[in-house]
């Protein structure tokens, strides 16, 4: 049960407490995204320098502000919000950074694998609370939803083109993570 606080919202204990377990996943796995997009955003080099860095710094701060809707959704469906970087490495849906990426396109196409998987999460969420009768949640996480396609529209057309993302294919599996350098 993870419900540690009351609530007059009324929604069962037991229908607020899955929805704070989601809540709880995307609140980690933004802590997790939104420290991987600014790895990019510190890392990245090679052609559109500029153009990629601000748009990761970009990205960055829109997971960040989705980190606190979702603490904060949790919190009023009487839940306690886990939300330190530890917590979120317990809980997060993501992979580990790619720390092998050095250009450019590399470090584009972690991000837009990350980026689809938080997307898809998210998704999840939004059926999880229509299931669970709670239209406030359900909304707030398709608000949500809308600015993470959009990034994800910027993101992947970064990629438009080249050999490891093509129009038929559609993220995550199409993006295809290069080998480390041996030079690394
Ligand atoms: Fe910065």
Do not use: C
Request: charged share 25%; proline share 3%; no cysteine.
């Amino acid at each position: 049960m993870t419900t540690k606080f009351p609530s007059h919202i009324n929604l069962s204990r037991e229908t607020r407490s899955e929805l704070i377990d989601m809540l709880n996943t995307n609140l980690a796995t933004a802590v997790d995204l939104h420290w991987q997009v600014k790895q990019a955003h510190w890392n990245i080099r090679g052609s559109h320098f500029i153009s990629r860095h601000l748009l990761f710094d970009k990205v960055a701060d829109h997971v960040r502000a989705h980190a606190d809707e979702f603490a904060e959704r949790a919190g009023a469906l009487g839940g306690y919000a886990e939300g330190t970087i530890r917590l979120a490495v317990k809980n997060t849906e993501l992979q580990e950074y790619d720390l092998s990426a050095v250009n450019g396109d590399d470090h584009v196409r972690v991000v837009v694998d990350r980026v689809a998987r938080y997307a898809a999460s998210v998704r999840e969420g939004i059926q999880r609370a229509d299931d669970l009768n709670d239209p406030v949640t359900a909304d707030m996480l398709t608000q949500i939803l809308g600015v993470v396609e959009e990034d994800l529209w910027f993101l992947e057309s970064h990629l438009y083109g080249s050999a490891t993302i093509t129009r038929e294919e559609s993220a995550p599996s199409a993006i295809r993570e290069e080998p480390a350098s041996p030079n690394a």
